[in-house]
């Protein structure tokens, strides 16, 4: 399948668009306020807008849905987005006074009036690698990802794979970035989340159509469907959906899982969600550069709304998707160069003199169930080439993780091949635009999908170069800086994010990585646990020493490591817990030993408007009353 000439057209203008939209609306800022913050000019509208386009991109469309394909996750990944909801109410209220009332232009600004300097610098550099090394990547990784199905495999002479998807990926993004700032950003994310839920609601009720009537689209074999359902042939939409809502469509997930189990509902995943939507440079942006409190609370209930919408357009076609394509997303599986084939082209090669191989293969639990002769042969390979008798048992593959642990440390000399999984989990929703969408919708649907990528991807480029450039160049290396010269290296940054983005982005396609929104949530753990809690200890602990600032951050990646490489298999979220539970601790106990003899006097700035919206608190209650009821008929 390829894209036809009115889906290129489609997305060439929605693109040109968006970018001249973005650009026309930034011209005329010349001051790093205009660059960085809009000119503290934003209207709830384009801050609700913004906050769903930055937030929402390949990560839920590509990750979140291939999480929920998963039969072992299902719904329960949507967890994400709901208590997101109940989480943006809270940082409408509770966080973004505070920090307007401040003026500040970054979040690790804040820690220096209220900690120290050392804590801004710590804070700063912890951002700009996560940025760098994780959230970049992943996003241009997921976009590439979601561009891939659609094209073949050259391109005018140019060879089309995750690499050179990547590049074009990152480059578009910091097009718009590097000349426009946060103010091109918003407009451009006005018309990119606007087509986002409508392309997303597209693809959901194409997917509703071939659930309740799969004989009339490309690919989908209607018995198989039928018999995973375990329903007639004669049976209605109704009862098909019923089949799934009954296997897959359930929020709390045994306290056994190591991804979403219900206990992490308690602490856990309130870390991430407080950190991502309350303390992150890239979502709190648009906040900051708010017209006046009452429209960037009316801003951030909006977008708290649209969170409940998100999982119905992406976790909800996850789950349709693998019922419908579970047979292709098997056949990837097998096939693509980033999953199993050239690991399988290698076994092949050397299955017949193991003790020369040099090399042993993991294998998922899927791919043990799908193939189940196959991995009796890998693991037999695997036990000769390590020395060992082949283990028996059923569980061919918890009987070979427990073979090859502790091989890089046994068998310097033995290279642990990339592990072999049974379904390309993350094609899914890739695979419901390649085959449910007629040419020119699918160009509409790519586009919104690509524009949600780049949306998100230009978010975190302006957010990276706004904390190096005002929390770490204009503080260590040039305090005098002109206005000018800010907003030069801000832009300068921005190709510099694009490359180190796009070099590490491919090679994340390897499933050692348990797919890319694991990834980006489990290694953000390492920060996310110290910041929260420094911050809430800032905000709402008036005592606590100045010190503490360091310290928090210091302590997280510390305890989360220790508890990262000693307790592997504990879902993250509640080693997050965890995490944040050891450092409250510690600082609490300092804050009763060495309490803080005089309170400090936060900065207060009079250019923004402070008074609070009534009706934004009445609609985030509804919100919250909405997000309860959801739980309850899906739980």
Request: charge should be neutral.
């Amino acid at each position: 399948m390829e894209l036809s000439g009115l889906d290129i057209g489609v997305l060439a203008v929605f693109f040109v668009c968006v970018i001249s939209v973005g650009l026309l609306k930034s011209r005329k800022g010349k001051t790093s306020e205009d660059y960085f913050l809009a000119g503290r000019g934003l209207k709830w509208w384009l801050i609700g807008f913004s906050l769903i386009a930055a937030n929402i991109s390949a990560e839920q469309f590509v990750g979140m849905s291939g999480q929920a394909a998963k039969g072992s996750i299902g719904l329960a990944v949507a967890s994400y987005e709901w208590v997101a909801a109940i989480t943006l109410v809270v940082v409408a209220f509770f966080f973004l006074p505070k920090f307007l009332k401040s003026g500040i232009f970054t979040i690790p600004e804040y820690l220096e009036y209220r900690f120290n300097h050392t804590s801004r610098l710590v804070m700063s550099l912890l951002m700009v690698i996560i940025y760098l090394g994780v959230t970049i990547p992943t996003v241009i990784y997921l976009g590439a990802k979601a561009l891939n199905p659609l094209f073949r495999e050259e391109l005018m002479g140019i060879p089309i794979n995750l690499t050179t998807l990547s590049w074009f990926v990152g480059i578009l993004a910091g097009i718009y970035v590097a000349a426009g700032g946060l103010k091109a950003c918003a407009w451009a994310d006005l018309i990119q989340g606007s087509a986002l839920i409508i392309g997303g609601a597209v693809v959901m009720v194409l997917t509703f159509m071939a659930l309740d009537n799969p004989g009339r689209f490309e690919g989908i074999d209607v018995s198989a469907v039928n018999t995973s359902l375990g329903v007639g042939d004669g049976a209605t939409f109704g009862e098909k959906f019923a089949a799934l809502k009954d296997s897959s469509m359930h929020m709390a997930l045994p306290r056994t899982s190591t991804f979403l189990p219900w206990t992490a509902l308690l602490l856990g995943i309130w870390i991430p969600n407080f950190y991502y939507w309350g303390l992150n440079q890239f979502i709190m942006q648009r906040t900051l550069g708010a017209h006046s409190l009452r429209e960037g609370q009316r801003g951030i209930v909006f977008a708290a709304f649209l969170k409940l919408i998100i999982p119905f357009i992406v976790c909800i076609p996850g789950i349709i998707a693998f019922t419908l394509y579970a047979g292709k997303m098997q056949e990837n599986a097998m096939n693509q160069e980033s999953l199993n084939k050239p690991v399988l082209e290698a076994f092949a090669q050397v299955k017949t003199t193991p003790a020369e191989a040099g090399m042993v293969i993991p294998f998922d639990g899927d791919f043990a169930q799908l193939e189940p002769q196959l991995a009796k042969e890998m693991l037999t390979f695997n036990a000769a080439v390590l020395g060992k008798a082949a283990p028996a048992g059923e569980n061919l593959s918890g009987i070979n993780k427990e073979l090859l642990e502790g091989v890089d440390d046994s068998h310097p000399d033995v290279e642990v091949r990339q592990e072999l999984v049974g379904y390309d989990y993350d094609g899914a929703f890739p695979l419901l635009i390649r085959y449910l969408t007629p040419h020119g919708l699918r160009g509409f649907v790519l586009a919104a999908l690509m524009g949600a990528v780049i949306s998100s991807l230009a978010s975190m480029l302006n957010a990276a170069s706004t904390i190096f450039t005002m929390d770490i160049y204009r503080e260590w290396f040039n305090k005098k800086a002109a206005q000018k010269a800010l907003v030069r290296v801000g832009r300068c940054c921005v190709p510099i994010g694009v490359f180190i983005g796009c070099l590490i982005a491919p090679v994340l396609a390897n499933p050692k990585f348990k797919g890319a929104f694991a990834y980006i949530q489990e290694f953000q753990g390492f920060i996310s646990p110290g910041v929260l809690t420094i911050f809430l200890f800032g905000l709402f602990v008036k005592r606590t020493p100045r010190y503490c600032g360091v310290l928090g951050l210091i302590l997280s990646p510390i305890i989360y490591g220790i508890l990262f490489f000693g307790w592997g298999d504990m879902a993250f979220l509640n080693r997050m817990g965890i995490t944040v539970g050891a450092i409250a601790f510690v600082l609490l106990l300092v804050t009763l030993i060495r309490p803080m003899k005089e309170l400090i006097v936060l900065p207060e700035q009079t250019k923004i408007e402070l008074s609070w919206s009534k009706g934004s608190v009445y609609f985030g209650l509804f919100v919250v009353f909405l997000t309860v009821v959801l739980y309850i008929i899906f739980w």
